[in-house]
């Protein structure tokens, strides 16, 4: 509470339907005035899924064609405030190799609201649908041999490069 000093009740419920992992978010405000607040999932999987592939054989493929931009992080792992384009193959791939991952992770603003984890090597995918989340985060530890791949949608960023760390005032931060 020291350093956030609101009550609240945070819960994630997890549930399979068929081939489906859903996971359900909820925040409840048990104080009596607004509670600024922000939210990122941060689900890692295996890469390969396979021993017939290697990292550099997976990518992500969108569910639509988007334009992305790639939110540009300061070394110290702040948000610059800047944003570049990030350019897809036809709209909607971004391979996958581990030097994308050399100055920590990609993360991006308008994208599409899914994107498949794939292989061609691989019949097996997955999936991760992330509706009306404004951000996107992929990241793996900096590495050759590193086995995982994180994709995280996110409702708010990093704080910006020299912000004060006052609550009321961070960058897209949501009121409960």
Not at 155 to 175: P, V
Request: net charge negative.
């Amino acid at each position: 509470r020291a350093q956030y000093p609101f009550a609240f009740t945070f819960a994630i419920t997890y549930r399979l339907e068929g081939a489906v992992l859903v996971c359900d978010v909820s925040f409840s405000n048990e104080g009596d005035v607004p509670m600024p607040a922000t939210f990122g999932a941060h689900p890692g999987f295996c890469v390969p899924f396979t021993g017939n592939a290697e990292f550099n054989d997976y990518y992500l493929e969108f569910a639509e064609r988007c334009d992305p931009n790639q939110l540009l992080i300061t070394p110290d792992g702040f948000y610059s405030g800047r944003q570049v384009a990030l350019p897809l193959e036809g709209g909607k791939t971004l391979r996958l190799h581990h030097e994308l991952f050399s100055s920590d992770g990609i993360f991006m603003s308008r994208m599409a609201d899914a994107v498949t984890l794939k292989c061609d090597k691989d019949p097996r995918a997955v999936t991760l649908t992330y509706r009306g989340y404004p951000y996107l985060g992929i990241w793996q530890e900096y590495g050759p041999d590193v086995p995982f791949l994180c994709i995280e949608p996110w409702y708010g960023m990093a704080a910006y490069d020299g912000e004060h760390a006052d609550l009321e005032k961070k960058c897209d931060m949501f009121r409960l």
